[in-house]
């Protein structure tokens, strides 16, 4: 199975490699849009802080800010393979940190046990089954066992659905998928 799912990261990999960075940026906005709008006012988002070559989430989190929600960053912990969470005010405090994910790495707010609502989540690859395709560390799916009532959105661009993804016992289903054409889960 880890060979299986492996494979379908190089894939997924390539595939969003080969968007420009003006289809990114296009697309990302594009996604961001119809995230916001699947936000319900005032529920509290948890939203990964994007890398170069994932959807940009940079937009999104200005118009949560900008529209009062509140906005919790996750922090990663190399440590224990977790998740540290914080909200944030302002974008200015993120910075480059592990895995070079943008934190707000002193100046962390942190978030009481239960405050999140929707977590946003990064995917390598998804399927329209609600599966998700990780980058195979671990951090989201032990965050989510230990909070399986937050509701889960996963974000990708289109190019990086599959037939079929390959998923494992541990593996968490999506509430919903969103790429730049919609919701296309479920």
Known sequence: MRELKNQTRDIMRQRREALTPEERKN???TICRHVFNAIKPGETVMCFSSKE??????????????????????IIVKEDVSLRLSYIKSLDVLVPSTFGVPEPI??????????????????????????????????YDRFLEKNPEIKKIGIAFACQEAEKIPLEDNDVLMDIIITEDGIVYP
């Open 27 to 29: 697309k990302s906005e």
């Open 53 to 74: 070559i994932e959807v940009n989430t940079t937009p999104l989190m200005e118009m949560l800010l900008s529209n009062d929600y509140p906005v919790v960053v996750p």
């Open 106 to 139: 002193g100046n962390e707010i942190p978030v009481p046990e239960g405050a999140v609502d929707i977590i946003l989540l990064p995917m390598l690859g998804f399927d329209r089954n609600g599966g998700r395709l990780g980058y195979g560390a671990g951090y």
